[in-house]
């Protein structure tokens, strides 16, 4: 069975620290993969997303992430991060031949500090 | 944001009694899911329907049952509640396509369900 997993469940970090939030996922085929952030309170909203060619993604609010398909890896960055960014991030995949179908990570918890 | 809206927002329920969430999009997508969101456990896929009285189990539908009688709604339903259902539930909707807004999922609200 198809698993995703993050391996950071809670990261403190200060304002303009940088961001490394790891995701590796277990599945031979061909993936979609997916960063969704949840802010206190509120629903889940796409962050960025890869289907196919540039390995390397940008999404809203300067974050990035990047494919490593050798490593089942779509490792979640942001160069220098604000208060704002105090949220939880979900990695997501999607098996391309098993429909619509999200596998999400456990989450992590991210807490800047002002 | 998308157009899905969840109902009730918040519900507390007592063991035994069975409830119904319901889901209403007007994005007019084909595909709809349930998910339950726990702590530690990231979002878990109850059942998904892939069209008009079209539905499939998720990887937690034990105690759960869907139904889709209309492309804009999907209602949950916990035929007996119990506390172990206490949970945070996310609708979500996709249309899923060629191109790169395939499988895209855009997500409800959230209902808060306590089961006491």
């Known amino acids: 069975a198809q698993s995703v997993s993050q391996h950071n469940h809670h990261v403190i970090l200060s304002e303009a620290a940088s961001l490394e939030l790891g995701c590796n996922y277990s599945?031979?085929?061909?993936?979609?993969l997916f960063w969704y952030v949840q802010y206190p309170g509120q629903h889940l909203q796409l962050l960025l997303k890869?289907?196919?060619?540039?390995?390397l993604v940008k999404g809203i609010k300067g974050f990035e992430a990047e494919f490593i398909k050798s490593k089942f890896s779509f490792n979640l960055r942001k160069p220098s991060v604000q208060w704002s960014d105090t949220a939880e991030y979900f990695c997501?995949?999607?098996?391309?031949?098993?429909?619509?179908?999200?596998?999400f990570g456990q989450g992590t918890e991210l807490s800047v500090k002002p | 944001d998308a157009g899905i809206t969840q109902s009730p927002r918040h519900k507390v329920t007592e063991t035994g009694t069975p409830v119904t969430l319901r889901c209403h999009q007007t994005?007019?997508?084909?595909?709809m899911y349930w998910y339950r969101q726990d702590p530690g456990h990231g979002l878990r896929l109850i059942h998904y329907?892939?069209?008009?009285?079209?539905?499939d189990k998720g990887e937690v539908s034990d105690g759960y049952s869907v139904s889709r009688s209309k492309t804009e709604d999907f209602l949950l339903t916990l035929e007996s509640a119990t506390s172990s259902q206490t949970s945070v539930y996310f609708c979500?909707?996709?249309?899923?396509?060629?191109?790169?807004?395939?499988?895209?999922?855009?997500f409800g609200p959230g209902t808060r369900l306590t089961v006491t």
């Open positions: 329907s892939y069209g008009v009285k079209d539905t």
């Open positions: 599945y031979g085929g061909t993936v979609n």
């Open positions: 979500a909707i996709s249309s899923p396509g060629s191109g790169i807004s395939s499988y895209e999922q855009y």
């Open positions: 997501a995949v999607n098996a391309v031949n098993q429909g619509g179908k999200l596998i």
């Open positions: 994005e007019n997508h084909r595909y």
């Open positions: 890869y289907f196919s060619g540039d390995p």
